[in-house]
């Protein structure tokens, strides 16, 4: 990246599991890290955490194993607490950087809108701002939404797409999740790329050292009682999501920014 004649290598972090991990590593290697200097890219490795077999929280066991519990990955929430306890993120505010951008691997087409993202954050202030797709009425993706408590505080956040529509007839919507005269629902969908502003990031994660709040994520198979894990064992598990960091902001001035991707 050139800014003003500078050139500035921008860092890169990727979080991996135990499942990633290894071929990660060797992906970065045998293709020479992309054209990056291997110093620039950081490789922080989440924890597994154990899976629930039903809802009085037993522990799930491996089927083939009945000796091993099930575990899995906690959830893509826990790059905040690895960013935190890391100390990459002092160490950026140190070298002068002031924003700092989190996507999934699986929305490449996101990079069209970061340079227009950014500018938006940095021009209107923004702590916080994400970005978003158009999305169908009860597309299986989760919704960007304005909250409004009783007491009138508000709150930028997105509902999971299994929650928005029972949520809005609830709430005095009886069509609940229906595309408006766009043809669109009027809740865009989250694909989970953010960008926030490095200092009160960091003031926000001292609160907690960078712990988010957990949730129980329960999916059952049809006509059983029991969850499910994307392996397909029936377990379910405490999981943590990037975007819940949105719920620990004590007053958020965040932004919807809209993106054709």
Known sequence: MVDEGCQTKIPFVIMTSDDTNALTIKLLESNSYFGMEPSQVKILKQEKVACLA??????????????????????????????????????????????????????????????????????????????????????????????THVDGRTMVINVEYNQLDPLLRATGHPDGDSNCETGYSPYPGNINQLILELGPYIEELKKTHGAISEFVNPKYLEGACWFITVRGFGSGYGEERMQSYLLSISSPTNCLSWSAL
């Open 54 to 147: 039903d809802n009085d929280a037993r522990l799930a066991l491996d089927p083939s194993d009945k000796y091993k519990i099930q575990t899995k990955p906690h959830g893509h929430g826990d790059v905040h607490s690895l960013l935190y306890s890391s100390g990459l993120l002092e160490q950026w505010k140190t070298e002068g950087r002031k924003w700092v951008l989190f996507f999934q691997d699986t929305n490449g087409l996101l990079f069209n809108a970061i340079p227009s993202a950014l500018g938006v954050s940095a021009t209107k202030g923004y702590n916080v701002n994400s970005l978003a797709v158009p999305r169908k009425a009860k597309e299986t993706i989760g919704g960007i939404t304005k909250l």
